[in-house]
């Protein structure tokens, strides 16, 4: 639940598919299927954060500061394991890249072509997989790929992907707020970086009902939609400045849930169920609010919330929204 000025990439920490060099994997001593499954369930968990994370900025483009067009398509590329060799075999692959997620209800997700691991040749005219790419570990091809999407989509509105058995699909794109969500394969650790949403797969509120669980994607989401890394890069991290970013987000939750169709009060009900038992600790300490105070000012703006989408049909927070710090400073 925290802001951070800059962070590891995510896809260090992918499911098991062994840490071990090419040379050194002894076939023998691999177990495919328990690699399968453990690389589906990472999939899996992927999955249910990228189908919050679409609703939460589908939802919200009307107001974000910057849009970027999308199909909610999420790529894998083999050579970000720790072992290329073991994943492409577990998963009965050729090449190195396939479909990771598609956002349910997102352009990639409605038109069907899209199930996890069906493999990818064609990115518009690029083949990914003849890029260069390190040994293993090698996240950077993987972004690189993500790049060249959006490049196309902001250039056609619509990407052309070409799968392993020639067939191909045209998926035109919609508006988003610019986010990214990235499941990390280890930690219980939720952070956002003012470009990405990163959350580890150990965090808690994965076993939580859908729009609860959304309570903290939204949170993470709310500091990158006001801009709180940057601010706090500008006007220094010390507690003050914290507490007030982490106050913003949290009472922004509901504003955001609810433009995404969910209830704002799971916003509440999330810090409900998560604060008791995990707002101890490094958390209780006075960069944040207590976790009951926290839900109070949550439920707070809740009344201001059904009373606009009552007379306007959303919750316009880029108008209505009362800011705890002044964005333009430091600028
Ligand atoms: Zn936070």
Not at 184 to 212: K, L, Q
Request: net charge negative; aromatic share 8%; charged share 25%.
């Amino acid at each position: 639940m925290r802001v951070f000025a800059a962070i590891a990439c995510a896809c260090l920490g992918l499911p098991a598919a062994a840490a071990a060099l090419a040379s050194d994997i002894n076939w023998d001593r691999v177990d495919l299927p328990s690699e399968r499954a453990a690389i589906e369930r990472f999939q899996a968990f992927d999955q249910r954060l990228q189908d919050v994370g679409w609703k939460l900025v589908r939802g919200n483009a009307a107001f974000c500061d910057r849009v970027i067009p999308s199909i909610g398509l999420q790529l894998q590329d083999l050579a970000s394991y720790g072992a290329p060799e073991v994943a492409r075999a577990a998963l009965g692959m050729e090449g190195d890249f396939a479909v990771q997620t598609a956002a349910r209800g997102s352009p990639a997700g409605l038109s069907g072509e899209f199930p996890g691991n069906r493999e990818v040749t064609r990115l518009a005219r690029m083949d990914p997989n003849q890029w260069e790419a390190g040994e293993r570990l090698y996240w950077q091809r993987l972004t690189k790929a993500h790049d060249h999407v959006d490049a196309m989509l902001a250039e056609h509105g619509g990407i052309e992907v070409t799968f392993a058995n020639g067939e191909s699909v045209k998926v035109g794109s919609v508006d988003v707020c610019a986010t990214r969500f990235e499941l990390m394969g280890e930690g219980s650790r939720a952070v956002a970086d003012g470009n990405r949403v990163v959350i580890g797969i150990d965090f808690p509120g994965f076993s939580y009902p859908e729009e609860v669980f959304a309570g903290v994607v939204a949170h993470e989401l709310a500091h990158n939609l006001l801009g709180h890394s940057a601010w706090l890069d500008r006007n220094g991290r010390g507690r003050r400045n914290v507490r007030k970013t982490e106050r913003e987000a949290d009472r922004l939750m509901p504003w955001i849930m609810a433009n995404a169709g969910y209830d704002p009060v799971f916003a509440q009900r999330f810090m409900e169920q998560w604060g008791p038992r995990h707002d101890g600790g490094l958390l209780r300490n006075r960069s944040h609010d207590g976790w009951d105070e926290r839900a109070e000012f949550i439920a707070e703006e809740i009344p201001t919330i059904h009373a606009l989408i009552e007379s306007e049909g959303a919750a316009d927070w880029r108008t209505h929204f009362r800011r705890e710090i002044d964005p333009q400073k430091g600028l």
